[in-house]
């Protein structure tokens, strides 16, 4: 993104201009995409613009200044050229970031945030270094985080899948035990304790038998 170029177009008001993964931003130290267009729709936005009034919801005319000259470029087709093109830089010095695992080398002419690089991504102190070894070594520990934590979520499913297993396990011997042990009684002792009960009411009646195996005169019933 030709960061730079847009700054220029609009008159540069003052505001930090760079590009996101989906649009290009207009904004400040505390609101980047204060004023934004969607790379695909190229939609502007306004971020404050609760009631999606458009134009209307700015109170600045700075902002409205901005608002109207990104509705031009949209309609003659440059906001395209922007998008997709790199600043051209005199006397650049090199910048160097991780990103996704990979090294990414780019040019700016300041470094430091709240500067861009050629392609219009912001520099944060923290991820854009002057030097490979500085951006490798980021790149290193920021992955290195990243796996600790995914290690440490396997751990914590594999132990509540453990646990699941382990009950699911338990109630199967404890109702095969119960099971054994009623066929051991006399057709007395397995009769249902509370005949007087219907389904709804009776704690151990689930999915249409008892769960103890005693004989159920509700199932007889219906039968």
């Known amino acids: 993104m030709k960061a730079r170029k847009l700054r220029e177009l609009l008159g540069d008001p003052g505001y930090i201009i760079s590009q996101g993964e989906d649009d290009i931003r207009i904004g400040s130290v505390y609101c980047t995409d204060l004023i934004s267009v969607n790379k695909k729709t190229l939609k502007v936005k306004y971020a404050l ?14 902002l409205q200044s901005i608002w109207d000259t990104l509705h031009r470029l949209i309609e003659t087709g440059k906001i395209r050229e922007i998008i997709g093109g790199k600043d051209i830089i005199e006397n650049p010095f090199p910048v160097f970031t991780a990103r996704y695992g990979k090294l990414v080398e780019s040019v700016t002419d300041k470094y430091g945030w709240p500067n861009v690089d050629d392609d219009g991504i912001l520099m944060y102190d923290n991820t854009h270094f002057p030097t490979k070894k ?13 796996i600790i934590s995914y290690n440490r ?4 499913y594999r132990d509540k899948l453990k646990e699941t297993i382990r009950g699911r396990q338990e109630s199967g011997i404890k109702r095969k035990e119960l099971r054994d042990r009623m066929k051991h009684l006399s057709d007395q002792d397995r009769r249902c304790p509370f005949p007087e009960m219907d389904n709804q009411q009776c704690h151990n009646f689930n999915g249409g ?3 103890n195996g005693i004989e159920c005169p509700k199932i007889r019933t219906e039968e």
Not at 134 to 146: H, Q, V, Y
Not at 153 to 156: D, L, P
């Open 49 to 62: 613009d609760t009631s999606h009034e458009g134009r209307k919801s700015l109170r600045s005319e700075v």
């Open 134 to 146: 500085a951006a490798l070594k980021r790149g290193i520990e920021e992955l290195s985080a990243r």
């Open 209 to 211: 038998e008892c769960i």
């Open 153 to 156: 979520m396997i751990g914590e």
